[in-house]
């Protein structure tokens, strides 16, 4: 799908994938952070040209994936992160998780 919607990122929540990693397979890179079942789980996805240009990446959690790349004039964070979806928690409670997560780790 990324080659025929000509996308250079994807990113991908829900993945199911166990632990961490990154894949590569016919010219796409797979970034990927998931927990020790198959539930939940992030990823990025990236072409060979943005691949190149990654110079970090970290699993934070199975929720949060963040890869950092440099530009022509900068370097540039993309942070990949999927929320808590139940009833038990509010909107507002959800957001504030979910900042807390990525300023303590990031």
Known sequence: EMKRY??????????????????????ITVL?????????????LVNKDIAGAIIGWEPVSDRIITIRRQTRFTH???????GI???????RSRQGRLLRTITCNY
């Open 85 to 91: 979806c139940t009833n038990q928690l509010s909107t």
């Open 32 to 44: 990927y952070s998931g927990g020790d079942h198959h539930e939940r789980g992030v990823g990025i």
């Open 6 to 27: 000509k996308l250079g990122i994807l990113g991908v929540s829900e993945m199911r994938w166990t632990g961490s990693g990154k894949i590569v397979s016919d010219d």
């Open 76 to 82: 540039v964070s993309i942070i990949q992160a999927s």
